[in-house]
T-cell receptor
């Protein structure tokens, strides 16, 4: 069964303290892995798509990487405005979208 | 503002009732996705339509149905509502069938009492 697991469930960091969020997946025929950011009471906002192992993408303080079994979202020198829930999702060979439960990131000033 | 409009924003209804949630995608987007988000289940993909036709189906209950109309707006119909159907329902849209970047609406919060 296709599955996406995100860890940790929650992460508290001091402003400027870099860290990584993990998304491990088991899927038949990966057709893309996506990272989204969700603020409370709002819809998710697209960040990145990765398609193949070894691929990397960057946006401001965020960098996403992909291996055959997992993806990491690296956050460098985070600011309080980076606080949000980060969601990972994969599209399988049937084009279904499977989402992880998310990592709630809190950046303290 | 993502450009995706969902109505209503809030809905309170009784068990056993039927409701319709509406979604207007971004201008020019042909694909519409429906999601359910509850505290204990996270974001659950329900169904995707592309240019009026069903493209992918997730864990959508038989009591739920959706359609996309010629003007590309979409409706999600929920019937025989149960307390457990209380959740935030999101609609998202994208330009093509398998676009990776989807734009989400603000959601409809459904409370079943």
């Amino acid at each position: 069964e296709d599955q996406v697991t995100q860890s940790p469930e929650a992460l508290r960091l001091q402003e400027g303290e870099s860290s990584s969020l993990n998304c491990s997946y088991t899927v038949s025929g990966l057709r893309g892995l996506f990272w989204y950011r969700q603020d409370p009471g709002k819809g998710p906002e697209f960040l990145f798509t990765l398609y193949s192992a070894g691929e990397e993408k960057e946006k401001e303080r965020l960098k996403a990487t992909l291996t055959k079994k997992e993806s990491f979202l690296h956050i460098t020198a985070p600011k309080p405005e980076d606080s949000a829930t980060y969601l990972c999702a994969v599209r399988d060979s049937n084009y279904q979208l499977i989402w992880g439960a998310g990592t709630k990131l809190i950046i303290k000033p | 503002d993502s450009g995706v409009t969902q109505t209503p924003k809030h809905l309170i209804t009784a068990t056993g009732q039927r409701v319709t949630l509406r979604c207007s995608p971004r201008s020019g987007d042909l694909s519409v996705y429906w999601y359910q988000q509850s505290l204990d289940q996270g974001l659950q993909f329900l169904i995707q339509y592309y240019n009026g036709e069903e493209r992918a189906k997730g864990n959508i209950l038989e009591r739920f149905s959706a359609q996309q109309f010629p003007d590309l707006h979409s409706e999600l119909n929920l019937s025989s509502l149960e307390l457990g159907d209380s959740a935030l329902y999101f609609c998202a849209s994208s330009g093509s069938q398998w676009d990776t970047e989807a734009f989400f609406g603000q959601g409809t919060r459904l409370t079943v009492v």
